[in-house]
């Protein structure tokens, strides 16, 4: 009997460690951070103090990168403090966005008791992954604005109760800060995912036509929403450090 196209919402288990399950898309990050433990090494390597043009590249656009940062923030000393998280987050989203074209994600695995499961599938189209990168930007969000301008005035953004329309702005501006854990998850994780399905269908009804435009279109989405990631969570940083109206 043919079989049609299977999509699953979830990550699928591979094995176990110690009682704690294994996933294919766990097992994908694994391997997204040895690679770049393995570039960190092999390029650390062959750092020079005159560099050549591959690092003057690189250089150059790590340097921009940072500028852009520390002019968004007002403050180099900020952009110093910041640069390393949120150059994390997309080098992560963008690598793992990425893998998700190589031969061997999403084909290479094992048949089970009914159906045929990966042993490696990309990273984001598990929710638990951008629902993760989602709350560690949400907290450093919350502390940075707390540390900056304390927690008194950082109140104030949301409980404002001079009056009462500026108490219900408040409450609007609080939920909206809650929300972000889900869009800035639930973005990343539909888009992914999506753009996963996308291929699937194009490749089981289209395959000698549709799958090579569509991959090329998918790795600019891919590269778009680790930009988007990180550039969110710098502009959500940027709110949280500047001061509520009265203060200005």
């Known amino acids: 009997m043919e079989q049609g196209i299977h999509v699953a919402i ?11 399950p294994i996933t294919n898309t766990l097992l994908t990050s694994w391997a997204v951070v040895a690679l770049f433990v393995i570039i960190a090494v092999v390029f ?18 790590f340097s921009f990168v940072f500028d852009y940062i520390a002019e968004t923030l007002e403050s180099r000393k900020m952009a110093a403090r910041f640069f390393p998280l949120l150059m994390t987050i997309f080098l ?4 793992s966005n990425v893998l998700e074209f190589l031969p061997g994600i999403g084909s290479l695995g094992f ?3 009914e159906e045929f499961t990966p042993l490696f599938r990309s990273v984001n189209t598990d929710l638990n992954v951008p629902l993760m990168l989602a709350i560690i930007s949400f907290f450093v969000v919350e502390i940075t604005g707390i540390l900056t301008i304390g927690a008194i005035k950082y109140g104030k953004k949301f409980l404002d109760f001079r009056s009462p329309l ?6 609007v501006e609080l939920i909206g800060e809650l929300v972000r854990v889900v869009s800035l998850s639930f973005r990343l994780f539909g888009n992914v995912l999506a753009g996963e399905v996308v291929l699937l269908v194009a490749i089981y009804f289209v395959p000698y036509l549709l799958p090579v435009p569509l991959m090329m279109f ?11 990631f990180a550039l969110l969570t710098l502009f959500f940083i940027k709110l949280a450090v500047t001061e509520p109206h009265e203060q200005h």
Do not use: C, N, W
């Open 10 to 20: 979830s990550a699928e288990q591979v094995g176990q460690f110690f009682g704690l």
């Open 166 to 171: 500026g108490f219900a702005i408040g409450i």
């Open 111 to 113: 048949f089970g008791e």
């Open 44 to 61: 650390r390597s062959r750092l020079r103090m005159i560099p050549g043009k591959f690092q003057t590249v690189l250089e150059d656009m």
């Open 218 to 228: 998918e790795l600019f989405i891919g590269t778009l929403q680790a930009a988007v």
């Open 92 to 95: 992560f989203v963008f690598a």
